[in-house]
């Protein structure tokens, strides 16, 4: 491995920040990660990470990459209660009026919740002698050389509460994985570089969560069902096996159709679903924890890759970079794919390391981007620019939903790719057009 200086400061270490260090532990002496806020010692939702009280899906290519950073880890996660799902056939997936096929595929995901998860992972990172975690510290400002081209570390706030104060921190690279929210693009407008364009479309989406009791007759055979928002109503609904025999429910809808807040109103919620089983499973089931709900406004992804000036020893990653619509369950699985490039541009070498690093991480996010707003876009609410390649698109994803709710094949096919495991070109190959055509027309 290209040994390219003594410390790295990751800003973050939700998920995005955790695998970030773990491709710059390969690289520099020691890696610091700053979090704001104090870890959980149990497997608890926290502040900064607000999202994880909502299902989340871990699509198979970012188990995939998780298990060649951390070799090992869904095993270990299953034997502390996780569950693995076939994808295909053990998972119900419902969209554009019908159900997906289901048999056994070998496509396997992981059933876990999101601060198990992070927690199984930051245990791992924190095995290797040269990371080290500061809890409850918040970076505040980036500090510079002189002439303001490189960022040589962070003033931080260490251990807020604990009689730690402000401090500099030194570094040869600084990496923000701050999530969505992040000041990258303010403190480069602060020192006269270019803010990166920002690209969004709003969708406004009203998420609401409960964990339940999951009994074995709850969805016979099968580990997790997915209702996509879709035409007429657009309210969807997602339910998860999790570990500790838990379901996660999680209900929601555009553009402010919000479910409400209430145990009646909530289950009047999944009754109004185009399909009954998530309402069959919590109308009688037993509640583990109260209603929490979540507002998601936009997708919204900022084109550092555009830049022509960005300042060395310096990157943005993760949410940061790009924060997708969360319906489609794919942010942890791009900061996997974004933490494997960075392991190969680091690898490369320091030189030209954030237009390197900025252009592989906008090609990784494209293909995800295009999935999460050629989604949105079916909404005739929802605001942006629909091209006639994209309504074709579109139009023949839903050939091909129709097709594959009797051609197990079909199914596979697409979630393959929407488990960002294939390329979206791999569905519109001669030969699957044609199982498409056979299978809309055969009915
Ligand atoms: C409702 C919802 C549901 C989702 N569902 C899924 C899903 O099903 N599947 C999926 O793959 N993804 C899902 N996501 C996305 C996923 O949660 C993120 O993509 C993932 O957490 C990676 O984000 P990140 O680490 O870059 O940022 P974040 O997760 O936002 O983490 C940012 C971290 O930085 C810390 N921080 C912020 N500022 C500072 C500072 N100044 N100093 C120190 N620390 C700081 C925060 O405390 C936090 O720990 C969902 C998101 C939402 C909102």
Redesign the pocket.
Known sequence: MAHLGKHAIV???????LLAARALADHYDEVSL????TLPETHEPRK??P?GR??????AR?REVLDQFFPGLSEEMIGQGALYGDLVDEVRWFNHGVYLANAPSGLRGLLISRPMLEDGVRRRLLQLSNVRLLEH???LEPVFDPAGIRMTGISARLRRGEGGGTATMDADLVLD?????SHSSAWLEALGYTKPREEGVQVNIA?MTRLYRRRPEHLPGKRALVMAGCEPGWRFGVILAQEDERWIVTLGGYLGDRPPMDEAGYIEFARSLPEPEIFEVIKDAEPLTPLAP?Q?TANLRRHYEELNRFPDGFLV????LC?FN?VY?????V?CTEALALHECLAAGVQDLSRRFFQTAAKLVDIPWQIAVGGDLQHRAVEGKRTTQLRFVNWYLMKLFQAAQYDAVLATRFLEVANLMKPPSSLMTPQIALRVWKGNMGR
Do not use: C, K, N, W
């Not at 700053?34 to 806020?37: I, K, N, S």
């Not at 909502?54 to 699509?59: E, F, K, P, S």
């Not at 994985?177 to 929210?181: C, D, I």
């Open positions: 800003i973050g270490a939700s998920m995005g920040g700053l979090e704001r806020d900064g990470v999202q909502h299902a989340h899906g871990l699509l970012g510290s918040d970076a994985a701050s999530g969505r929210g998420y979540y998601f990653f993760g949410d940061a924060s969360p369950g794919q942010g942890m699985t900061a």
